[in-house]
């Protein structure tokens, strides 16, 4: 299968460059593949599981929250708010996060801005939980 050039990059550096078949992620209007010989394009990224097909055709998975998707005369550039490798996620921490986030939620006195807050914290540990379920 056809490759082409992906970069994923987050404010923490980059986090992959290399030829790819497939790069899958969670757009704010659903879900996306970029293949080679896609048109040029430009998209902002929501909240969800995304991953990667290699040359070999191996499968990496991973939790992207948020930033923007460019496919430019055949190179793709991701650039993420947050990109965890699915190997890189601690899920006790994100099942700690949940919990936190659900007590939170579940309070009767709580104004609009914490719960604006904390239904994205909760929205991040369960895509989290989804791509690390093991
Ligand atoms: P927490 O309450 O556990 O900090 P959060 O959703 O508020 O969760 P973020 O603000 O989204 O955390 O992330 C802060 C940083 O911590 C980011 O660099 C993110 O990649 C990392 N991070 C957050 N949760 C996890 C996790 N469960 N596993 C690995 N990295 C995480």
């Not at 998975?61 to 650039?79: E, F």
């Amino acid at each position: 299968m056809k490759t082409f050039p992906l970069q994923i990059g987050t404010p923490d550096g980059l986090l992959f460059s290399g030829e790819v078949e497939r790069v899958v992620c969670r757009t704010i209007t659903g879900e996306l593949a970029i293949l080679a010989g896609h048109i040029n394009y430009c998209t902002a990224i929501g909240m969800g599981q995304a991953h990667i097909i290699l040359p070999d055709g191996s499968r990496r998975n991973a939790a992207c929250i948020g930033g923007m998707l460019s496919m430019m005369h055949g190179s793709c550039s991701l650039l993420a708010t947050t990109w965890e490798w699915e190997e890189d996620i601690d899920r006790e921490r994100a099942e700690a996060a949940k919990t936190r986030a659900q007590e939170k939620l579940n309070q009767t006195q709580i104004d609009e801005q914490e719960y604006k807050i904390f239904r994205a914290k909760l929205q991040r540990a369960l895509v989290r939980l989804s791509v690390n379920d093991h």
